[in-house]
């Protein structure tokens, strides 16, 4: 079974402030992650996914993720958040190969203030 | 320019009725989802299609039928309206599911919302 953990439901955050939203996943095989950000009454838009390859992974916005596979986490992570970056992000891991499924995180808030 | 749609985007409905959401996708992808997102944002898989075959197909009451006409679109219809139905249902679609790496594109969700 897959399973995907975001500990915190909310992230508040200064304008120009480091933001991290944490991961972290649950797989027999080998993880394939993604990220995602849904604003409000919107659809969900993809940031970045790690599959395999360097651990780092940039992705939209200027967002990053790094892959810790023995911490078994993939943090989203902006070096200076806006105030454009408050939404609703969501982790989602898919166990490779072993499952067809996505399955999603319950999502965390994050509210930069101006 | 939409990549996914769907429609209807607010959909209001009495108990009991019977309702569809279209949606569709002009990306040329193999494989469409729907989700189903809850009033406290949790965001869980109903069905999956691959190039008009179903091969998700998770534990949703048999009133939920998806129907693919084809690959660029899949259909959910809702029997027997339940105020517990009421949520946004999410469509997507990516290449292809066999190989995990492809990205899903979600389109802009359909709000259903039961009385």
């Known amino acids: 079974a897959q399973s995907v953990a975001q500990p915190e439901d909310q992230v508040n955050v200064a304008e120009g402030n480091p933001l991290t939203v944490k991961c972290t996943y649950s797989?027999?095989?080998?993880?394939?992650l993604f990220w995602y950000v849904q604003y409000p009454n919107r659809g969900l838009q993809f940031l970045l996914k790690y599959i395999t390859g360097d651990n780092l992974v940039k992705g939209s916005y200027g967002f990053e993720a790094e892959f810790n596979k023995s911490q078994t986490s993939f943090h989203l992570k902006k070096p200076s958040a806006l105030v454009s970056d408050s939404a609703l992000y969501f982790c989602a891991v898919r166990d490779g190969g072993n499952d067809y499924k996505l399955s999603f995180g319950a999502g965390t808030t994050v509210t930069v203030r101006a | 320019d939409t990549a996914v749609s769907q429609t209807p985007k607010y959909l209001v409905t009495q108990m009991g009725n019977d309702k569809s959401i279209k949606c569709e996708q002009n990306l040329g992808h193999d494989t469409m989802y729907w989700y189903k997102q809850d009033s406290k944002k949790f965001l869980k898989i109903m069905f999956s299609?691959?190039?008009?075959?179903?091969?998700i197909n998770e534990t949703v009451p048999n009133r939920f039928s998806p129907k693919s006409p084809d690959k660029a679109h899949l259909n959910l219809h809702i029997n027997s309206l339940e105020l517990g139905d009421s949520a946004v249902y999410f469509c997507a679609s990516s290449q292809e599911i066999i190989a995990g790496e492809e990205t899903q594109y979600f389109g802009p969700g359909t709000r259903l919302l039961v009385l």
């Open positions: 299609y691959n190039n008009k075959e179903l091969i």
């Open positions: 797989v027999s095989g080998n993880p394939y």
